[in-house]
């Protein structure tokens, strides 16, 4: 009665989304005669293989003019994105592609765009987080033994399932850390592809359901550069997903054994079902054994993406004892949630795991910016600005807001279709975990709560992925397709994937190469600073202690193999020794304090404001606030102090050894 009330437009509107809602087969598509297409899909994939190289070379060619220029990569690299991405959707689209083929053009898609992260610094690790897990790679390769210490990330050494498999493939291959790590991430890359189309196959029965899920996956912030990189993350995350694979194929298993149990217990099996689900028996256990080894390698590996996991478990199995599909004391997928959440607290509980005042100090800090801004004590942060007042283009800011509005305008359609065939706890565990997507986004108002939010996306667009596609497939059904209809879908897949990746690649597309900038991680990271770091574990005893600014404290670690003084291990805040205007008791208080022997200082920090919003630790004085660059006469204070030794001085960066004054200081 409610919409007899409403314009007939709106009437109209109603029932479309009720038709496409209820439509029980969305895929199916009566016309199709079993292979037929097969071999014009064949030959679309070796065409879009060629295409694929041609874009790689475009992002190539950008990538190496920037670095002889200093020109912007942009056109290229989108250039280059585009010639990856739209042909493989166009053909993923084709009801006539098979099932071999949409695997082999995704896993294409996917390890294309890890070659790209490759190709932004094809000799080096050159992204932040790289530096944090390759000291440790080469503390295990020089100690011959694991967790040792790591200043740059304290927590590194208690989950180096990474840089074990990078030790042990560059010991029997021969090749450096770099080359190693760089083939194992691509591997996992691989497995990532695989796991993805296997998962949403299962959970939305179609093989061309399951490649439009993972396309839309590959459109999410992080794919393309952050979970690509030498990081924990990037090797736990298919592990995550190839367990929830494993873990759906239990539950497949377990309604057929419960099915022939009932038909055993009304007579109407035939003779051979009881051979059959003693079978079944087994491959249950083999499924569990397998799952439970993977948790353990996974919980070795990254403590986020087992937590993330043991969450969604967790939520799987409430709800799966909720529907009582089985109960609980005979539901294998709560012994499995006990199992993982026990190995994970037992790697939580280790001596020395510093896990919890690691995330515990994050957590902190972006809840008290977030209830600073809500009292009105604090301001929010400012979207589409970076902290050196070089806004984001407007082109770019415009893709980065149409693929949001896109993801919560599909979201509640997907979400209702979810819930009329919301047959399966898992089916239901994935809309609980997609609803919450776009209030995460508000965290992108403090700081600290925006990297939550980027680093969330990975594990959110898992959910998210599955319930778009639901929208897709459902709006867009497989029968009513037509070419226009091909043409829009491709156009709001490419549209998320751009939006994604200007979004992940942060302020002025940082992550990918560029001129240098004022701790702006990738952008900072070049010639210079590496050979200064080169030159102090030459000529300086291993694992001194160092104070330095956010470059050159990774770069002194990895290279220099130095002892980094900062909050993240020593809970010292070593600014004000390089902020400060004059050296006073207090700098000296804390120099002897934290027992630092050496101050790399760069002038270049003088020059220009932080890309990031601060210079030395996020706690610092004026830390994202930043109105002028680091005062000159800050650093040369050193040059006047009686006592300081200058070691190195290589124009921008200077070498001061303190140890004469810190020395003096104890003696007095």
């Not at 009801?95 to 995704?106: G, S």
């Not at 709560?449 to 897709?472: C, H, I, K, M, N």
């Not at 694992?543 to 909050?567: C, E, F, K, M, P």
Request: some cysteine; aromatic content about 12%; proline content about 5%.
């Amino acid at each position: 009665q409610m919409n007899k009330r409403l314009p007939g437009s709106v009437q109209r509107s109603i029932a479309l989304v009720q038709e496409r809602i209820n439509d029980p087969v969305p895929e199916t598509y009566p016309q199709q005669v079993p292979g037929e297409g097969r071999h014009d899909a064949l030959g679309w994939c070796l065409i879009v293989t060629l295409i694929n190289t041609l874009g790689l070379l475009c992002v190539a060619y950008g990538f190496t003019e920037t670095r002889q220029t200093g020109s912007d990569p942009s056109l290229w690299l989108f250039l280059g994105l585009l010639l990856l991405f739209v042909p493989v959707v166009v053909v993923l689209l084709l009801p006539t592609t098979t099932r071999n083929e949409r695997i082999y053009l995704l896993c294409l898609l996917g390890v294309s765009c890890y070659l790209i992260k490759v190709l932004t610094s094809p000799l080096y690790f050159s992204l932040f987080d790289e530096f944090l897990h390759m000291r440790t790679a080469n503390d295990i390769m020089s100690s011959q033994h694991l967790y040792s210490e790591n200043s740059i990330l304290p927590v590194s050494p208690y989950y180096p399932a990474l840089e074990i498999v990078t030790n042990a493939l560059s010991t029997l291959s021969g090749l450096d850390t770099f080359y190693a790590g760089t083939i194992i991430i691509g591997i996992a890359r691989f497995i990532m592809m695989l796991a993805l189309f296997l998962l949403y196959e299962q959970l939305l029965k179609s093989h061309r359901g399951a490649s439009i899920a993972a396309l839309v996956y590959i459109t999410n912030p992080h794919f393309l550069m952050f979970d690509s990189e030498f990081s924990y993350e990037s090797l736990a995350f298919p592990l995550a997903i190839f367990i929830l694979v494993v873990l759906v194929s239990y539950q497949t298993i377990t309604t057929r054994s419960r099915d022939i149990k009932k038909l055993l217990s009304q007579n109407k099996a035939p003779l051979l079902s009881k051979e059959a689900l003693k079978n079944l028996k087994i491959d249950l256990i083999r499924i569990t054994g397998i799952a439970w080894f993977i948790f353990v390698a996974l919980a070795l590996t990254h403590h986020i993406t087992s937590y993330f996991l043991d969450g969604v478990l967790a939520l799987w199995a409430v709800i799966y004892v909720w529907m009582r599909i089985a109960p609980i004391y005979r539901s294998g997928l709560v012994n499995t949630v006990l199992f993982t959440i026990s190995v994970s607290l037992l790697f939580i509980f280790r001596p020395g795991n510093p896990i919890i005042d690691y995330l515990s100090s994050f957590a902190g800090s972006t809840v008290t910016e977030f209830g600073h801004i809500l009292s009105g004590n604090g301001g929010a942060r400012q979207l589409f600005t970076s902290y050196n007042d070089h806004p984001t283009p407007l082109w770019q800011r415009g893709l980065t807001i149409s693929s949001f509005l896109l993801i919560v305008s599909g979201l509640p359609f997907g979400l209702l279709c979810l819930w009329r065939q919301r047959s399966s706890a898992l089916i239901s565990t994935f809309g609980i975990i997609a609803f919450l997507y776009p209030f995460i986004q508000v965290f992108r108002f403090t700081n600290t709560g925006s990297e939550f939010t980027d680093r969330a996306a990975a594990f959110l667009f898992l959910p998210l992925s599955y319930v778009l596609a639901l929208f897709f497939v459902h709006f867009w059904p497989l029968n009513r397709l037509r070419w226009p209809q091909i043409t829009l879908i491709t156009f709001l897949l490419t549209l998320l994937m751009c939006g994604g990746v200007v979004l992940g690649a942060g302020p002025r597309l940082a992550v990918f190469p560029g001129p240098y900038e004022a701790i702006a991680d990738g952008h900072s990271i070049e010639v210079q600073g590496i050979e200064s770091a080169q030159w102090t574990r030459k000529y300086l005893a291993p694992n001194s202690r160092v104070a330095s600014d956010r470059i050159n404290q990774v770069l002194q670690a990895v290279y220099g193999q130095q002892y980094i003084v900062s909050t993240l291990d020593t809970k010292l805040d070593v600014s004000p020794l390089f902020l400060d205007q004059n050296f006073g008791a207090s700098d000296l208080a804390l120099l002897q304090k934290a027992q630092i022997r050496y101050l790399v200082v760069d002038m270049r920090l003088t020059r220009s404001r932080p890309l990031l919003g601060f210079y030395y630790e996020q706690s610092e004085a004026g830390a994202y606030q930043h109105l002028k660059p680091i005062d000159r006469q800050a650093f040369e204070k050193f040059r006047t102090l009686h006592g300081i030794e200058t070691l190195y001085d290589g124009g921008d960066i200077i070498i001061y050894d303190m140890g004469e004054i810190t020395d003096a200081a104890q003696k007095h």
